[in-house]
């Protein structure tokens, strides 16, 4: 066994040793992907390292060490922060929706000083924490089904709802699902969950109706169907399909990618910067991303089930739920499989806060897998 | 080594649990990886050249290039129609792009008066989106590379080179070839040749008068393209050479007309309003087809402002008007040649004298002759232009042989000549009496005389008197007026291609005969005024003077002398010559120029001449050695 070569008490607390039990392959994948997209990024920039590929890179050096040095932070630090961090984003969320800045007709920003902060990306993180500290206490007939749940259901509909309002279906999508599948994980009743579904289904076409903005419903309808509104609501997904398309097997090559490089296609360095390495390196490249994605998926929940403690394996769980969801849903956006929702690309994305959100979120599956013999003790309550 | 905690019951199942469960949901993670990477296949490699293809409809686009408009020659490959290089700032219509600014820059650049910047304002509003529009056109190299080196200034402006029809002789030829201007919203049609998106390309123009008009789609050409690449907004990236269409040049179109018989009309008309056709009566090759006063076709190509078309549309000297082609005037004695014909054709002896006192007595009212003539046969008559001899004769003849022969002589008909804008006139005789005034249908006995000396309801244009002329002279053939040379190389039908004119040739030597005796023999109308003679040596001119009243003068006094322009006669004057071996026959018409043999003849005088002396066959014959008898008397003289 790995574990058996520590003998000495606090053996395992010791830097290099914790350093050593970092997995750096999945490091390696992280940093293979993010230098995918910082050469996209340069690409699409007209082969030029402004405004986007040198501030990605820049930004992801800065976040790389301090995922290290957060992945050395003990785990019941993570666990004795949940709650505040969980808190400060709920708070940060109601300040957006009172004093945000609005970008593109939406209110996700806010303005500290010269940190322009979008609560939606802490609330992601503090979520998953608090999602597993709650469960960390919760007994398994409690999590199966019980009032108690209802806890966890707040947890999750009271940022969801917020982040609905800024507008932001997108993220909000992603929080209530990644909320869901802590849940599920938790050991909430699959009856439950299927009475969920279908109450989900009964309850989608009002909400559809009566509750989503115009818009929304608009992006909604148009994927079914984009050449209905070539110019307006489908645009981008069709030309998001061309860029895919016309990249071919090994794409257009590197800088020649003409859909983003005479800007046909919409939000090429944000959202569908996938589209736009799809057309310069074609279903070659795109397979070789998805692959590692998987892989890192996969290495993230087997650091999930190593852990000792149910609060370390919720929380990189929970985690890489969001970083699995986000794929899928940016993924099946840019391919036309489903509605146009603000969801970025995982480390491909150009974006400071969803950089810094991914990452921080790694920092806590390394540190799960760092700590994973952390025993951490179930508190007298089940909040405290 | 084995944790103690795992074999807690509770926490065992809580693990327990979540294995299973984190198991299932890699697995649908898994799924659905596997599934977008399924998506990425079919996008990619099984419909991969669907998308090609329209990622290269994005990226591309062909812009036409205007197709250089066929040039017109004269029947000496005289250029009477080209294109010049034009500099022209194209603005494209862009939302990035604040137009107030870029006019504001532009002015200072090219300075541009308040109407005007209101005008392109008006003009920038009205383009459809995307489609350029051309802010300042025709600038000089200075202007045009004072912009070009100034470009960054002026966001979505761009300098380029069009082509711009010229017309070289302004005036001359305004109204057969007319001119091109700016299409307008009504130019364009959603069928046919104007659907061609080639007519919104900015600064295209397409003909509006004339030859230009009629042939258009032959001069017009084939549009090119250039094939550019094009980024989201449809700005051009890159120009593709290799992917360029060549545009085809429209069709040459060769007159029959000459360069300088035509300029020396317009010269010589000056002030004076009115027409002058020749034909060449051998071929019926139309040499001169001339309205004066003219206009600056080439304003038209640039767009007149209102005031120059105020100017033009308001002087009554109509200068917008084809007074050869349009304008029917009663044809006055000019006529009496057609009524001579009808005589003899009718058995009517040429010697049959009339009587002439200067008045005579007909119908209930006086008829009115110039002098008083005595007793003239037919050749006096029409030599003197007796009008007692031809109301008399049409009176014995009867207006439906008068009517029969004058449109034997192409008179009131529309000839096949390529360009729009004949008026027919009319030939009248009892029987369109009867079918045209419902009110009136009956032919008056006043009328015969009246019709006898080319006048009452007989109108003709110019044109028909010059082919008239022409018949005449030429003598066998109903010769039909040819004005198209040819068209991209296509040579047209000539004017003999036409039936025999079928008249006794002896009738027309006479009336040939009194014709050159209205010039050349003392007596005649025309020989009087030095300036109606050629004065070409052996080469003589033939004609026939006409003077049509334009107005009914009623029983007031006829003299024209100090009466106002617009009351005064039309003079006519039809000549051919040489008298004894046609080749060229034309009609002069002088709008309220008075006598015909005054106002008319000299001018008809002056444009054979610039056709005698070009021929050189007529050169050969005017400047033939004198005889050896004569060469000998100057020897000893000396």
């Known amino acids: ?384 | 080594m084995i944790e103690p905690s795992v074999f807690m019951d509770e926490v065992n199942e809580r693990q327990g649990v979540f294995q299973r469960r984190a198991f299932l949901m890699g697995a649908g993670f898994g799924v659905g990886l596997l599934a977008l990477g399924g998506r990425l296949a079919h996008l990619q490699i099984l419909e991969a050249e669907r998308y090609k293809m329209l990622s290269e409809h994005n990226q591309f686009q062909f812009l036409q290039t205007p197709p250089p408009r066929g040039l017109i020659f004269d029947r000496h490959g005289v250029v009477l129609a080209s294109n010049r290089p034009d500099f022209r700032l194209l603005l494209a219509k862009d939302e990035d792009i604040d137009i107030d600014a870029t006019l504001a820059n532009l002015n200072v650049l090219v300075p541009m008066d308040e109407a005007r910047l209101r005008r392109l304002r008006a003009d920038i509003d009205a383009a459809p989106a995307k489609a350029p529009v051309a802010l300042v056109e025709d600038m000089t190299w200075e202007e045009f590379s004072r912009i070009n080196v100034r470009a960054p200034e002026l966001p979505g402006v761009t300098a380029d080179m069009g082509e711009v029809r010229v017309y070289p002789f302004s005036g001359a030829f305004a109204h057969v070839i007319g001119y091109v201007s700016k299409v307008s919203a009504k130019d364009v049609s959603k069928t046919g040749p104007n659907a061609d998106p080639i007519l919104l390309n900015p600064g295209f123009r397409i003909g509006k008068q004339g030859v230009e008009k009629a042939f258009d789609i032959e001069l017009r050409g084939k549009a090119g393209a250039r094939k550019v690449e094009v980024d989201v907004k449809g700005r051009v990236v890159r120009h593709d050479p290799a992917g360029d269409v060549a545009a085809v040049p429209g069709s040459t179109i060769q007159l029959t007309l000459d360069a300088d018989i035509q300029n020396r009309g317009l010269e010589i008309f000056g002030e004076d309003s009115g027409a002058a056709v020749m034909m060449d009566c051998r071929s019926g090759d139309v040499l001169c087809l001339l309205s004066a006063p003219s206009f600056d076709a080439n304003r038209f190509v640039k767009g007149l402002t209102s005031v120059e078309y105020q100017a033009l549309a308001g002087y009554d000297r109509k200068p917008l008007y084809d007074k050869a082609l349009s304008a029917t005037y009663p044809p006055g004695s000019t006529f009496k040649t057609m009524v001579s014909l009808a005589a003899l054709d009718a058995g009517v002896d040429p010697e049959r004298t009339c009587v002439c006192h200067g008045i005579w007595n007909y119908g209930g009212r006086a008829w009115h002759c110039d002098s008083v003539h005595g007793a003239v046969n037919m050749h006096n008559a029409i030599k003197t232009s007796c009008d007692i001899f031809f109301y008399q004769t049409a009176l014995l003849v009867g207006p439906d042989r008068i009517a029969a022969m004058a449109r034997r002589f192409g008179l009131g008909k529309l000839f096949d000549i390529g360009i729009p804008g004949q008026r027919a006139g009319l030939v009248p005789d009892p029987a369109y009496k009867r079918a045209h005034f419902p009110k009136d249908p009956v032919w008056h006995g006043g009328e015969t005389p009246s019709l006898g000396i080319g006048q009452g309801y007989l109108n003709l244009n110019a044109l028909q008197l010059c082919v008239m002329v022409s018949r005449l002279a030429n003598g066998s053939t109903a010769l039909q007026p040819r004005l198209i040379h040819s068209i991209g190389g296509i040579v047209q039908p000539a004017g003999t291609q036409a039936p025999a004119l079928a008249v006794p040739k002896a009738h027309l030597e006479l009336v040939r005969a009194a014709m050159t005796s209205v010039v050349n023999d003392p007596g005649g109308t025309a020989f009087a005024n030095i300036k109606s003679h050629l004065n070409l040596g052996p080469i003589k001119m033939a004609g026939k003077t006409g003077t049509a009243q334009s107005h009914s003068y009623g029983s007031g006094s006829r003299k024209t002398a100090n009466v106002a322009w617009a009351l005064k006669d039309h003079a006519w004057f039809i000549a051919f010559a040489p008298h004894d071996d046609p080749r060229y026959a034309l009609s002069v018409l002088v709008e309220h120029g008075g006598f015909g043999a005054a106002a008319a003849a000299p001018k008809a005088a002056e444009l054979l001449r610039v056709a005698l002396l070009k021929d050189p066959d007529i050169r050969a014959r005017i400047t033939a050695p004198p005889l050896p008898a004569m060469a000998g008397a100057t020897t000893s003289a000396t």
């Open chain 1, 1 to 384: 066994m790995t574990a058996s070569a520590i003998t000495q008490a606090g053996e395992r607390d010791r830097l290099i040793v914790k350093l050593g039990e970092i997995d750096w392959t999945f490091c390696l994948f992280i940093t293979i992907i993010t230098a995918a997209g910082t050469m996209v990024l340069y690409s699409i920039a007209g082969e030029s390292w402004s405004p986007w590929a040198v501030r990605h890179l820049g930004l992801f050096a800065v976040c790389f060490f301090a995922m290290i040095a957060l992945a050395l932070v003990d785990l019941r630090v993570w666990y004795a922060v949940a709650y505040p961090i969980y808190g400060a984003g709920l708070l940060l969320l109601l300040a957006v929706a009172v004093i945000g800045h609005s970008t593109m007709g939406a209110q996700r920003w806010l303005d500290i000083g010269p940190v322009r902060l979008q609560p939606s990306e802490i609330i992601k993180i503090g979520l998953v924490m608090a999602l597993a500290r709650f469960y960390h206490g919760l007994s398994a007939d409690k999590a199966r089904l019980s009032w108690w749940l209802l806890i966890p259901a707040a947890i999750i509909a009271v940022p969801a709802a917020l982040v609905a309002r800024q507008p932001d279906l997108g993220t909000a999508i992603l929080i209530a699902a990644t909320g869901g599948v802590i849940m599920i994980l938790g050991g909430l009743s699959l009856r439950v969950v299927g009475a969920c579904a279908l109450a989900l289904a009964a309850v989608a076409p009002p909400m559809f109706m009566f509750v989503l903005k115009p818009y929304q419903r608009a992006r909604l309808l148009t994927f079914l169907n984009p050449e209905a509104d070539r110019s307006g609501a489908g645009y981008h997904i069709i030309q998001s399909k061309i860029a895919l398309g016309s990249g071919g097997l090994l794409g257009k090559g590197f800088g020649l990618g003409t859909q983003s490089q005479l800007n046909f296609l919409p939000e090429k360095s944000t959202d569908f910067i996938f589209s736009s390495m799809a057309e310069e390196f074609g279903f070659a490249g795109c397979a070789v991303i998805l692959a590692i994605y998987a892989a890192m998926i996969f290495m993230a929940l087997r650091m999930a089930s190593v852990a000792h403690s149910h609060f370390g394996r919720l929380a990189a769980s929970g985690v890489t739920a969001t970083f699995a969801l986000c794929v899928m849903i940016n993924g099946a956006m840019v391919m036309g499989l489903a509605p146009v929702v603000g969801v970025p690309m995982p480390l491909l994305s150009y974006g400071g806060t969803v950089m810094i959100t991914m990452m921080v979120g790694f920092a806590l599956v390394l540190s799960v897998r760092v700590h994973r013999y952390s025993e951490i003790a179930r508190s007298r309550g089940i909040l405290l």
